[in-house]
């Protein structure tokens, strides 16, 4: 065999491999659903104050001075621990369009279930040890359909009041650092006919001993 024929063989067989590794990776990221997911706003709101808006930046308060209700008074506040809850509005997109003349109209078949939330954490200097840099990341439930046409809103768990006992936000109690981080959230769900189907969005959230 001449070393022009191997190398349009190999040529050929190189192109086929990664013609194959994009296949496969298209078909991991869009699945088996004829439908996409699509996070329209992701937003959180901090936990225990009672004017806390909905941002789509979250300065999370790993300790708060309650001071009123039961024994708690502003001369006698009561350290409290609060999760910081998260608000998702999910839609859904086809991925046949169709044509201008013939639009593609979506069915009840469609309409996708939400029932896992992954929420995990990350920092932008890499350093990214769960419990060391970072809380660990966790799995909650949440629950809501998203319809075939409009949109669902829906709560979730983004921080949990247990994270604030565990390393390393237990640390920022007393010693006035901020951990900045970007909380990634996947949402998980599976359409009528039983394919299985998620989107993952980004929120920054800011961990410190914020003044009460």
């Not at 329209?40 to 001075?65: H, M, P």
């Not at 509005?89 to 896992?116: F, M, Y």
């Not at 419990?131 to 409009?150: E, I, K, L, Q, R």
């Amino acid at each position: 065999m001449t070393m022009s024929r191997m190398r349009i063989i190999t040529s050929i067989l190189t192109a086929a491999a990664l013609a194959a590794a994009v296949s496969c990776g298209s078909a991991v990221r869009t699945g088996s659903s004829p439908v996409f997911l699509v996070i329209d706003t992701l937003t959180a709101s901090r936990g225990g104050a009672s004017s806390s808006q909905a941002s789509a930046v979250l300065s999370s308060d790993v300790l708060t001075l309650v001071t009123t209700g039961g024994t708690c008074t502003t001369n006698n506040p009561c350290p409290t621990l609060f999760g910081d809850g998260g608000n998702v509005t999910l839609r859904l997109a086809p991925k046949d369009i169709g044509t201008p003349a013939s639009p593609a109209t979506p069915t009840s078949n469609n309409e996708v279930l939400i029932t896992r939330v992954h929420v995990s954490y990350r920092r932008t200097d890499n350093r990214n040890v769960e419990g060391v840099d970072v809380p660990f990341s966790f799995d909650t439930a949440a629950t809501g359909t998203v319809p075939a046409t409009g949109s669902l809103t829906l709560g979730f768990d983004l921080v949990r009041s247990q994270a604030k006992q565990d390393p390393p936000l237990m640390a920022l109690e007393s010693n006035g650092v901020v951990i900045s981080t970007i909380a990634d959230v996947t949402f998980y769900g599976q359409d009528r006919t039983g394919n299985n189907i998620n989107a993952t969005g980004s929120i920054a959230v800011n961990f410190a001993n914020w003044g009460d």
